[in-house]
């Protein structure tokens, strides 16, 4: 069965620690993972990695994928309170049919 | 700029009514999502839309389900008849590329009440 596991489900942090969220899956015809940042309203979009061992920037967030051991880990250094939200990862695949599925996400809580 | 708009922002309604979800891609994109979210099972693609063309809908959960894009500006997804079970909240996305692999943009949302 097609499946993304994201882990931790929660955590709870201090501000200007860094954190690293984890990302598996298990498809069939891999195309691309994306990451997104859900408050209390609706996903941005974060990244998007096609490409093992390409790591994807911006300001404090980074995110790499390792297409041999199927899984994408996302960074944030220097946390701050605004980075508290739930952190979801989608992978896109599949060969004749195109699929897409979600993560349950990780909730990330950063206290002041 | 607008972003993908949806209406209502919230519905409530009672089992067994026909609920009926709208939303306004921005203006350009070509393809069209609706994505359903429960705490329970998380965030589930039901249907999407490149160019007006449903594409994939294996995702609709059952026949009480259907959804449609009469045109590039205009989406809209119903619910006949609806169960308290179908309580979520419901997003619609666009993207300016055709497939799913692509950055999306959410709208804010229907959170949907089926009492």
């Known amino acids: 069965e097609d499946k993304v596991v994201q882990s931790p489900l929660s955590l709870v942090v201090h501000e200007g620690d860094t954190v690293t969220l984890n990302c598996s899956y298990e498809?069939?015809?891999?195309?691309?993972l994306l990451w997104y940042k859900q408050e209390k309203k609706a996903p941005t979009f974060l990244f998007m990695l096609t490409s093992s061992g390409i790591e994807k920037k911006s300001g404090r967030l980074s995110s790499i994928l390792d297409k041999k051991e199927l899984f994408s880990i996302l960074n944030i250094t220097a946390t701050q309170t605004g980075d508290s939200a739930v952190y979801l990862c989608s992978i896109y695949y599949g060969g004749a049919t195109n699929k897409l599925i979600f993560g349950t996400g990780t909730l990330l809580a950063v206290q002041p | 700029d607008a972003g993908v708009i949806q209406s209502p922002r919230h519905e409530v309604t009672e089992m067994g009514q026909e609920v009926t979800l709208r939303c306004k891609p921005i203006?350009?994109?070509?393809?069209l999502f609706w994505y359903r979210q429960t705490m329970m099972r998380g965030l589930e693609l039901l249907i999407y839309f490149n160019n007006n063309v449903p594409i994939d809908d294996s995702g609709m959960p059952e026949d009480r389900f259907s959804a449609k894009m009469p045109n590039a500006s205009f989406s809209t997804l119903k619910i006949q008849p609806s169960e308290p079970r179908d309580s979520a909240v419901y997003f619609c996305a666009s993207s300016p590329l055709a497939g799913i692999y692509n950055e999306q943009f959410f709208g804010p949302g229907t959170r949907l009440t089926v009492l």
């Open positions: 203006s350009g994109h070509n393809s």
């Open positions: 498809v069939t015809n891999f195309r691309s």
